[in-house]
């Protein structure tokens, strides 16, 4: 989901609330006073006809969310956590060479517009694939979406300078929809390429699907998308179990984790819908990159899609010393080569000089740090 904070810790937290949660439903919310019958015949038939319907996007607060369009130029960096850094100074500055509305491609080259995971911003997405994509003679043009405050219902890491993308993600891929109408409209091209991270791949496959995009759009490329949902090492099966017992702890959770958040969780009514009828959209063409180290979205091969013009990548075939994770991934230098690939990119070997297809290349990236 592109979390920035998914820490052991952080699990341990959200099993706790969820068993915390659940004993104390079924106990009749607990030891405090005892139950009058009116009140535990209310609570009975609120189990009986609510809670075992209730779904996982049911949750508790969905505010309408925001976007943003980053500004300036920030700087280049081949970490994740440098980024981060900066984007708690300066969460809506633009990633190095996007966002130049002036821009015209060379040779006619498809715009690209990224979109960022859960909790991250462009900036610290993709501050090392941009400049990469803008040198390749791309223009390049990314969003801040799905933003919405803990109040909400963004989560309690809406708090965190630039921890964006909690919102619903339908509003999201509304977002995006106006977002690259009006890249098309700069730039004059009729369709635009997207790079995905982690939600960043739903947003644009909910906005193919279900806004329109699907006559806008060249090829889509995700990095560690919950595509098909994440079990975060087993937490959010475990919630949906309990959730489908008849006891809504999954809604209650979701104030910490944000509504996308608890519409990524295997299993989920967002996630059926979107991949109801198949996962892709005739015309488009898609590149699946997914990580073997990913903590985030598990198991990493629901990542993976199943239809026409897919090509589906485990970023270790061929290359075992990437060992990228899930913020890594988009700081892995053979990511980066996939993505310029799957773009017929051509990088100037001298400046101003004729270019040379990229090739997929193998390169070290540490697990975590990048």
């Known amino acids: 989901m592109g979390q920035a904070i998914a820490s052991r810790g952080w699990r341990r937290r959200l099993v706790g609330g969820a068993i915390a949660v659940a004993a104390v439903l079924s106990l009749g919310w607990g030891a405090a006073a005892p139950a009058s019958a009116a009140t535990q015949q209310e609570l009975d038939g609120t189990i009986k006809s609510g809670l075992k319907k209730q779904v996982a996007d049911d949750v508790i607060l969905s505010g309408s969310s925001t976007s943003k369009v980053p500004a300036g130029s920030g700087k280049k960096e081949d970490d994740f956590w440098k980024a981060f850094g900066n984007g708690l100074r300066s969460p809506d500055v ?3 060479g996007a966002n130049d509305w002036n821009c015209k491609a060379s040779d006619g080259r498809t715009p690209v517009v990224l979109v960022h995971g859960t909790w991250e911003n462009a900036y610290n997405n993709w501050a090392y694939l941009s400049p990469y994509l803008k040198r390749a003679g791309m223009c390049v043009f990314a969003l801040n979406y799905g933003i919405l405050g803990a109040a909400g219902g963004g989560g309690l890491g809406s708090a965190i300078p630039g921890a964006y993308g909690t919102g619903d993600i339908a509003q999201s891929a509304e977002q995006l929809a106006s977002f690259v109408d009006r890249v098309r409209s700069s730039t004059g091209a009729s369709k635009v390429n997207i790079v995905g991270h982690s939600q960043g791949g739903l947003v644009a496959r ?7 995009g699907a006559d806008k759009v060249d090829r889509l490329v995700t990095l560690g998308a919950t595509n098909h949902g994440t079990t975060l090492l087993g937490i959010g099966t475990l919630g949906r179990l309990i959730n489908n017992a008849g006891i809504d702890v999954l809604g209650p959770i979701a104030l910490g984790v944000g509504v996308s958040g608890i519409q990524q969780v295997y299993d989920s009514e967002f996630l059926k819908k979107l991949n109801a009828g198949g996962d892709t959209v005739p015309g488009v063409k ?7 180290y990913d903590e985030v979205t598990t198991p990493y091969q629901s990542t993976f899609l199943n239809g026409p013009d897919v090509r589906n990548i485990t970023l270790q075939d061929g290359c075992g010393i990437d060992t990228s994770d ?3 991934l988009s700081y892995s230098l053979r990511a980066v080569s996939i993505v310029l690939n799957a773009f017929s990119a051509k990088i100037p070997v001298v400046p101003g ?4 297809p990229v090739p997929v290349v193998c390169s ?3 697990w975590l740090f990048g």
């Not at 000089?353 to 040379?356: E, I, K, L, M, Q």
């Open 94 to 96: 633009a990633p190095p």
């Open 206 to 212: 909910q906005y193919l699907k279900f806004d329109g």
């Open 286 to 292: 898609y590149t699946v990159i997914g990580t073997k």
């Open 326 to 328: 899930h913020l890594a």
């Open 353 to 356: 000089g004729p270019g040379v």
């Open 364 to 366: 070290p990236n540490a």
